[in-house]
């Protein structure tokens, strides 16, 4: 056990379970996983400032490694990442203010309104998510066989089109994502979603994510380590501010780094054996598991009843699961595909790479 404030205790193993489930999605679908870690930890007991300054911490040095890994695999177009790291540094700054601002006022109410954000936020991100991933993997399926390219049913949107065309200056081409927009459509996406990484403590990636992909337009495997580069330079500066503010507590933050380290590399890996669909349903499934916990906890500061705390822990802690498996099923299948071996039918148009015959 670890003290985290007084008469408050945490359980070590059950953290660092917890970092290896975060890393794992987080790996694979190219997200700080903030948006699971900050609930877990306001659910657990943890004050809402210590919960995000040090799911920050954490998501900083976790999203550190899943970029370099990605840059590896090629999954990361540096320019982009760059300019909508700027705005997201310029929101994150007023993200952290808010947030102080809030805990002077009302510890409580700071509570409720940082999990409430979050749900709401969570929400419109999932149902959009859902909508086009099922659309998706029907024309998939109808259009592309196994053997298809792993760009073969990649998004675009009206809001990608609009967005493209609006020849606002600078008009720049990204060569390695292999479209052109304006860098003031980047920039300010990346200052909305600053905001949120300073406020909420999470790395903006399930806001980041779908953006690049449904605004502007980006292939999904690409989106991953831009989203990631992105995340790391927000949570970074996040990080320092709330660290100057107190709201840090490192053993928490290094005994969860140990899981999620693992995890993030597992999780990175996998991204090579399946399509870009298959990361945007493992991008939605995280974020659907991620909504019910902070309701829980919600109702519980409103009534101050036990057993509604207890639920949400429970709940929180196990929504994990939901998209690990979900991870951990697309791999295994990736890798019985790339030996050759037979898969699911439904998991077949997710595969990227063909099956070796040797392998047979």
């Not at 306001?42 to 954490?58: C, K, N, Q, R, S």
Request: proline share 3%; charged share 10%.
């Amino acid at each position: 056990m670890i003290e985290i404030a007084p008469d408050i205790m945490a359980n070590l193993y059950l953290l660092a379970a917890v970092g290896l489930g975060v890393g794992l999605i987080a790996g694979f679908a190219g997200v700080s996983g903030g948006y699971l870690l900050t609930p877990i930890l306001i659910v657990l007991g943890f004050p809402v400032e210590i919960a995000v300054g040090t799911a920050l911490a954490l998501m900083t040095a976790n999203t550190l490694i899943a970029v370099i890994r990605h840059r590896e695999l090629g999954h990361l177009d540096l320019k982009m990442g760059l300019i909508m790291a700027g705005g997201t540094l310029l929101g994150a700054e007023a993200g952290v203010r808010l947030l102080d601002y809030a805990k002077d006022t009302s510890q409580q109410a700071a509570n409720i309104g940082v999990l409430g954000a979050m749900m709401v936020a969570l929400l419109l991100v999932a149902i959009s998510m859902v909508r086009e991933v099922w659309s998706s993997s029907e024309k998939l399926a109808e259009m592309c066989d196994e053997d298809a390219a792993s760009d073969c049913g990649e998004v675009q949107t009206a809001a990608c089109r609009f967005l493209q065309s609006l020849s606002v200056f600078p008009h720049i081409r990204f060569t390695k994502s292999k479209l052109r927009i304006s860098g003031w459509i980047v920039f300010s996406l990346g200052a909305v979603i600053g905001v949120m990484s300073g406020f909420l403590g999470v790395g903006g990636c399930f806001l980041r994510g779908p953006a690049l992909i449904y605004l502007i337009g980006q292939p999904s495997l690409m989106a991953v380590g831009t989203n990631l580069l992105g995340a790391f330079i927000g949570v970074a500066f996040s990080c320092f501010r709330h660290a100057m503010l107190g709201h840090v507590h490192l053993g928490v933050a290094l005994v969860m780094l140990l899981g999620t380290s693992v995890g993030t590399l597992i999780g990175a890996l996998g991204t090579a054996w399946v399509k870009g669909l298959a990361v945007r349903w493992v991008m939605a499934t995280s974020v659907i598991a991620a909504v019910l916990g902070p309701a829980l906890k919600i109702v519980y500061f409103a009534t101050g009843s036990t057993a509604w705390d207890a639920a949400a822990k429970i709940i929180t802690v196990g929504q994990i699961f939901v998209p690990v498996t979900v991870v951990i099923v697309l791999m295994v299948f990736a890798f019985r595909h790339r030996r050759g071996g037979d898969v699911p039918r439904w998991a077949r148009p997710l595969m990227a790479s063909k099956p070796h015959a040797a392998a047979r």
